[in-house]
């Protein structure tokens, strides 16, 4: 087995009913050298007592770091700085990993160069006192002593035809791995942060850090690191369990904060335009109005969003859907729809937007 360490980053915010599962799972990884880095953003409920605690009995792999209340970007840089691995990942500190998360995905990383690997996920729905339930088939993924007997490696490009069959690797390209990401190729590969692991160097490559202050800061950020790299290695096997929480921003009814993802994702349309990539860059587009779209129409349902507010928002879809209706390299019933966007209501026009090429 290979010996490279890998670092792992749980950014920490009053999360006191769930962190004690999340770093369990993390202690309890078969591949065992890692360095934890906990980062209590100011948490005020004791979750930076119980990350303390964890540590003192687990002083030789986990370490903690206290600091002001920056939210999860400046969090998740804080432990950037700290890292010393060869291979960094991102566990939300509500959520839970597979015991094999990181052997499975680091033993593909070193035997094909991947600089960036990837596990499916599922969601599980979270209470206080760490109860779980899954919305997912958890049960087949408790297997873990069998699936270790019985799994066998098998490596498939991303140009294999059929199923991609559990547990088998699929390797991609940078292009094939956005692309991958944009048409839902396969249910792991998202823009999220959480789920991944790359190399470090990649991050020094790029001098990417996360955006302060957003709470979309993933997808400023992911689509440039899978774009970069070398080899992206998909690993076909629910690893990641990814929490739903009652009280997270990210469940809560839709409100003026996730406007952040806007100009994200319109950064995604400018980063792969001006790198000439136009197959890209219109699926950059489509998704960036899908998300707009969607936002839109959740808004118009949301009694606690202004009415200026949703204007204000609807003047910057007619602003950008008048500007890319007029790009030559989009589709043309693209243009189109966006030219119609551009000067009607929307929602007659999701099905015309969502067409994948």
């Not at 990417?208 to 690191?225: Q, V």
Request: aromatic share 12%; charged share 30%.
């Amino acid at each position: 087995m290979t010996s490279a360490l890998v670092s792992v980053i749980v950014p920490i915010y009053n999360v006191k009913d769930y962190l004690k599962t999340c770093l369990k799972s993390i202690n309890d990884q078969t591949y065992q050298n890692i360095e934890v880095w906990l980062v209590d953003d100011g948490s005020t409920d004791g979750s930076g007592e119980i990350a303390d605690k964890f540590a003192k009995k687990n002083h030789k792999k986990f370490n903690v770091i206290h600091k002001e209340n920056g939210g999860l970007s400046d969090a998740r840089n804080a432990g950037l700085k700290k890292a010393t691995g060869k291979y960094i990942t991102f566990v939300d500190s509500d959520d839970t990993i597979h015991l094999q998360f990181i052997e499975r995905i680091v033993t593909r990383m070193e035997a094909t160069g991947a600089q960036v690997g990837v596990a499916d996920y599922i969601r599980k729905v979270v209470s206080s006192g760490d109860e779980v339930s899954a919305d997912s088939k958890v049960s087949e993924d408790k297997k873990t002593s069998e699936d270790r007997e019985k799994s066998k490696d098998v490596m498939a490009s991303a140009e294999t035809k059929g199923k991609l069959k559990k547990g088998s690797t699929q390797l991609a390209s940078a292009r094939e791995a956005v692309k991958n990401t944009y048409l839902s190729r396969a249910h792991g590969w998202s823009f999220t942060t959480w789920g991944k692991i790359y190399r470090r160097d990649l991050f020094e490559k790029l001098d990417l850090t996360f955006p302060k202050g957003k709470i979309h800061e993933d997808t400023y950020t992911t689509f440039k690191l899978l774009y970069n790299a070398e080899v992206v290695a998909y690993v076909n096997k629910v690893l990641y369990y990814y929490s739903v929480r009652p009280d997270s921003i990210m469940t809560k009814e839709l409100d003026i904060r996730h406007l952040d993802a806007i100009p994200a994702t319109r950064s995604a349309c400018e980063y792969f335009t001006n790198a000439g990539d136009l197959e890209i860059a219109s699926l950059a587009v489509n998704y960036h109005f899908r998300y707009m779209f969607y936002l839109d129409y959740w808004f118009r349902k949301n009694k606690n969003i202004k009415p200026e507010e949703l204007a204000e928002f609807e003047k910057e879809i007619k602003k950008d859907a008048s500007v890319y209706a007029r790009s030559k390299y989009l589709p043309f019933k693209k243009r189109v729809a966006y030219r119609l966007a551009a000067v009607i209501k929307f929602e007659p026009l999701l099905s015309l937007v969502k067409m994948k090429t």
